[in-house]
């Protein structure tokens, strides 16, 4: 387990010059209420979730801190309502259908939901995310509702032994928002990295990192 402190002094090393620090999601799936509290204590303000339900006690117990939340996990769409009603992000818009309920049961009163576009950029079978050639026309279709503000990408590539294999998917995701971008100017957030490949992603453009493991230690297994 690493401090936060020293994770962040990390990150900063492996900025790149000329560019903004990447931000960095803790991602607290299965830690208890308290281990978020003892981090937001120490100054970190984003989280990211698995699981709606999880998320939604998490922040109910915590709304006094005034986090900030990601959906990080899949999306069901029976479950779009809630978790459009209950985070800041969604990191995992995939399909067509996602976007019309998000948008449909984001309330009025609230700003519009951020949204990033999860890109299945090994084409793994195992994982979900639209294939690259679709995530233009999924951004549009986002860009085109009130409630959703079109933030960027999110990937998990293929977790590879070799490093050099992961850069070259780090890579073609960076083009693939670098494209984007020309279209939707706005756009500023590129997810990818975890605890064990982080600085290489954002060496290649990562503007958020995602990191659990690093943080927080193991985490407990389901029920424990």
Not at 52 to 61: D, G, L, N, S
Not at 202 to 210: F, P
Request: charged share 20%.
């Amino acid at each position: 387990m690493t401090s936060l402190i020293q994770i962040l002094e990390q990150i900063r090393e492996a900025g790149v010059p000329g560019h903004p620090e990447a931000r960095l999601l803790a991602v607290s799936k299965r830690q208890s209420a308290d281990a978020v509290a003892a981090l937001a204590a120490q100054g970190q303000h984003a989280f990211g979730e698995n699981y709606v339900q999880e998320a939604i006690a998490k922040r109910e117990a915590l709304a006094a801190l005034d986090l900030e939340w990601h959906l990080i996990g899949h999306l069901q769409s029976n479950k779009a309502g809630l978790a459009a009603r209950s985070f800041d992000w969604i990191q995992t818009v995939d399909r067509p259908k996602l976007v019309t309920e998000l948008a449909r049961h984001r309330e009025p009163a609230q700003p519009p939901l951020n949204v990033l576009i999860q890109v299945n950029i090994d084409a793994e079978a195992s994982k979900h995310g639209c294939p690259p050639k679709q995530a233009a026309e999924l951004a549009r279709q986002i860009a085109t509702e009130p409630a959703l503000r079109l933030r960027g990408l999110m990937a998990i590539p293929a977790p590879h032994p070799d490093m050099a294999h992961r850069r070259e998917a780090f890579q073609r995701m960076k083009s693939l928002f670098d494209a984007l971008h020309r279209s939707h100017p706005r756009i500023d957030t590129l997810s990818m990295g975890m605890s064990e490949d982080f600085a290489l992603a954002i060496a290649e453009g990562a503007t958020m990192v995602r990191i659990g493991t690093a943080l927080f230690g193991a985490r407990p297994a389901p029920g424990e």
